[in-house]
């Protein structure tokens, strides 16, 4: 098999002939470009790193470590043009970098030892009314220039035999509404406010909305699957109550699911990206459409992957989940990452449905000799035959 129908047919819940590997295809399966420094000279290699994703530090994967590590995905995100733009643009304050972005949200990013950038103001905090909401800026659409990169990419992966992943613009509907409230105004606002809650929400959405609009007009022929997501969970529960996430939010994942669907020129899989204890909300995420979950954070209250498997394998691919990110690849001995990647595969490979990728992005502490026991661990015991 080839990556392409390696993966539609794990999508399509048939086993293949290998468990597909996700490396920098899905947005939150990539990996730090501090690891991917340490893997390259880990490998001898001396070569400059792009940095992809300006807030989460990603690396650019070189296209032939990508073929080197047998990756069957590539990705498409907007956001790349956005972040070489931010990178630009970034400007210095005392002890940090920081920019402010479309939506005016500022961001920083300690100078020394500095690993991600964090949220460091909001464009609306405190008491706002309506009128401030609906002057809020949003980001420009994709421009055609851009848009005509994407295109040329997507038809050299298709004609390779490559799986086309499409990402959203930036993360969820409610994590845009916590990052231009704050996490403590806005949850305040859905129980207090819920009108002018909404009225952000909204704005969001419809922002989300013209976006695949035109990105599914212009190349949804050429994409496999649509990447977009909320985090809705903690390290052990849900971040807001399940009847809170039913009548707000749920009603804006299903409209954009539905839109997407509607406006696809053929067949596409919808991947829903939630960090956290999300498992009482699963069957909702299947009820609206979700094809696939990603990332599986199994060190999580309840995201026990066997449990999850028995209960949603039938309906759900699990994308992620190959590897703890949080213990395991940081901090294990290469003998309990193989012994964790056994697991895994043997938790969620069975009848497909299994795409194999670390839990979230590979973060800066990985050391580059449990990122190669994780990969050659998934080439020993993810074959099916």
């Not at 470009?33 to 070189?62: G, P, S």
């Not at 420009?140 to 490559?162: H, Q, S, T």
């Not at 231009?180 to 909204?202: C, T, W, Y």
Request: glycine letters at 8%.
């Amino acid at each position: 098999m080839n990556s392409r129908e390696r993966v539609l047919a794990t999508l399509q819940h048939r086993e293949p002939d290998h468990v597909p590997f996700d490396l920098g295809g899905a947005p939150n399966a990539g990996i730090h470009i501090n690891a991917y420094r340490n893997l390259l000279r880990h490998w001898r290699e001396d070569r400059q790193v792009v940095t992809e994703d300006i807030i989460f530090q990603k690396a650019l994967i070189d296209e032939d470590v990508l073929q080197r590590l047998k990756v069957d995905f590539r990705g498409l995100d907007f956001g790349v043009f956005a972040s070489a733009k931010l990178l630009r643009e970034r400007r210095e304050e005392g002890e940090y970098f920081f920019f402010i972005n479309d939506w005016g949200i500022k961001w920083v990013k300690p100078k020394i030892k500095g690993l991600y950038y964090d949220m460091r103001q909001h464009p609306l905090p405190g008491r706002i009314n309506a009128a401030e909401v609906d002057k809020l800026n949003t980001p420009k659409m994709p421009g055609c220039d851009e848009i005509d990169v994407f295109k040329k990419k997507a038809k050299i992966y298709r004609e390779r035999g490559l799986v086309v992943v499409l990402a959203g613009p930036d993360g969820g509907v409610l994590e845009h509404a916590y990052a231009i409230r704050g996490h403590e105004d806005f949850m305040i606002d859905m129980v207090s406010q819920p009108n002018l809650a909404k009225r952000l929400l909204d704005k969001i959405l419809k922002y989300k909305l013209q976006y695949w609009e035109l990105m599914l007009q212009e190349m949804s022929n050429l994409v496999d699957v649509v990447a977009l997501g909320d985090d809705i969970g903690t390290q052990e529960r849900l971040m807001i109550s399940p009847k809170l996430y039913r009548s707000m939010i749920k009603p804006l994942h299903r409209e954009l699911l539905r839109y997407i669907r509607k406006n696809a020129k053929g067949s596409i899989f919808t991947l829903f990206h939630s960090c956290g204890a999300i498992k009482e909300l699963i069957p909702d995420l299947i009820e609206i459409g979700v094809d696939i979950l990603n990332p599986v954070q199994v060190s999580a209250t309840g995201m026990d992957t066997k449990q999850l498997k028995k209960e949603f394998g039938q309906d759900l691919t699990f994308w992620g989940g190959g590897v703890d990110t949080q213990h395991v690849l940081s901090r294990g001995t290469p003998e309990e990452v193989r012994d964790e990647v056994k697991r895994r595969i043997e938790d969620l490979a069975p009848g497909g449905g299994f795409v194999f990728a670390a839990v979230h992005n590979i973060q800066p502490d990985v050391p580059p000799e449990n990122i190669m026991t994780m990969w050659e661990a998934l080439q020993e015991y993810g074959k099916y035959t």
